[in-house]
């Protein structure tokens, strides 16, 4: 079956720097995404959401591009705070209220 | 509001045992939903609840069975517990009523979640 991926399962960044975490996705029928945050031992949290008749959406210090011609999703974190440490999942909505998650991506802020 | 709540935290359990996950809601959602979390894995959908009297299959429902019990609980049940289903659980809700997602006041909130190891 279709499904959501990543492309890599940590990264790794300094403080300050801006992070980039990429998913892949191939349901090209599917018209919404949401980027997820999970830290440890807490359920995922809401970040920001896009939807396909969108590029790029801003929100605050997260940016979410979608190039649907390569079916890829990217999610940018600018500023990266230790806060932001995390395991961050991309998801994808196929059909009525089922999300798909992808692996996931751990970013660790290093000081 | 506490939002979504599970219960129990953690839970251990013999194989062949059986047991009832619960969660709760206070936001007036309509929809519910049971994930389970894999160890380095994404989350799966056991089951929904899109709306009060109604429950569906998710991508991987076999061995669990669940209850949407009023508008505010949708427990989940083991009957009969094996090493395979030893995972983290994750309850979730969220609003629509369409059982369509339009927006990211759509969007699912999740509960804590309960960490089930079974021996």
């Known amino acids: 079956g279709e499904s959501v991926g990543l492309h890599l399962p940590t990264l790794s960044v300094q403080e300050g720097d801006n992070s980039i975490i990429n998913c892949a996705y191939s349901n090209s029928a599917s018209d919404y995404f949401i980027w997820y945050k999970q830290e440890s031992g807490k359920g995922p949290q809401f970040i920001i959401d896009i939807r396909s008749n969108m590029d790029k959406r801003q929100g605050q210090r997260v940016t979410v591009l979608l190039n649907k011609t390569v079916k890829h999703l990217s999610l940018q974190i600018a500023a990266t705070q230790p806060g932001d440490s995390a395991v961050y999942f991309c998801?994808?909505?196929?059909?009525?209220?089922?999300?798909?998650f992808g692996q996931g991506t751990r970013l660790t802020i290093n000081p | 509001n506490a939002g979504v709540t599970q219960t129990p935290k953690f839970q251990v359990l013999k194989t062949g045992q059986s047991m009832t996950l619960q969660c709760a809601q206070d936001m007036n959602h309509n929809s519910m939903y049971w994930y389970r979390q894999d160890p380095g894995m994404g989350l799966r959908l056991i089951y929904y609840s899109a709306s009060e009297g109604t429950t569906d299959k998710g991508e991987v429902p076999n061995g669990y069975n669940v209850s949407r019990l009023n508008k505010r609980e949708f427990s989940l049940r083991l009957e009969s517990a094996a090493p395979s289903q030893t995972s983290v659980y994750f309850c979730?809700?969220?609003?629509?009523?369409?059982?369509?997602?339009?927006?990211?006041?759509?969007?699912?909130?999740f509960g804590p979640g309960t960490r089930l190891t079974v021996l």
């Open positions: 998801a994808e909505i196929q059909g009525a209220q089922k999300l798909v």
């Open positions: 979730a809700s969220s609003i629509p009523t369409s059982g369509v997602f339009q927006s990211s006041t759509d969007t699912q909130y």
